[in-house]
């Protein structure tokens, strides 16, 4: 895409690929027979996320990790940093998971009012329960930092590094 149009049309085209994949996903369900048109079933059922609104705060949101990941991978010429910060990422979510609850699970499980639902909830639910609006906020924050400091960060860079190469030298 980059050679065809340029590296900022390239970086978004792609952080919306990037964001879209995230959301396919279908499972077949028990008790229903294989048939040989079941195929086209369960590609047609891999795209019904795509309808529900409670995806626009986490398609945002990897939509801005995408870009970021993208901006890093021009600037510094190398995939390196981009995958440390997305296993970096990836390993947060996981934990953080695994050690919160949201309002609405906890409401549901100690079967509570509605009145113990945060309101700030949307801020975080949807996706995964981490990556929604306030991820995105987030994210555009690093964006921007990014373009703000990333002449200061790259000159930083020794020239002798092998990894990075001359067209990365911002």
């Known amino acids: 895409i980059e050679r065809d149009t ?11 690929f990037y964001a879209s994949v995230h959301f396919i996903h ?7 027979p294989i048939r040989w048109y ?6 047609g059922a891999a795209f019904e996320k795509f309808g529900d609104p409670s995806i626009i705060g986490p398609f ?13 991978r021009r600037d510094l010429g190398h ?5 440390g910060l997305h296993a970096g990422w990836v390993m947060v979510i996981q934990l953080g998971r695994k050690m919160s609850v949201l309002s609405s699970d906890y409401a549901a499980i100690r079967d509570l009012p509605a009145s113990h639902i945060s309101k700030w909830e949307w ?10 609006y306030l ?6 924050l690093m964006l921007v ?8 960060l790259v000159k930083q860079l020794p020239q002798s590094n092998p990894i990075c190469t001359q067209e990365a030298q911002v």
């Open 38 to 43: 079941s195929g086209f079933q369960l590609f």
């Open 60 to 72: 945002l949101a990897l939509i801005l990790v995408g870009a970021l990941l993208g901006y890093l």
């Open 6 to 16: 340029n590296a900022t049309l390239a970086i978004w085209a792609t952080a919306f």
């Open 26 to 32: 279908a499972d077949w369900p028990e008790g229903i």
């Open 123 to 132: 801020l975080v639910s949807g996706y995964d329960d981490i990556t929604s």
């Open 145 to 152: 930092a990014w373009h703000l400091w990333r002449d200061q």
């Open 135 to 140: 991820a995105a906020m987030y994210l555009l």
């Open 79 to 83: 995939i390196g940093v981009g995958l």
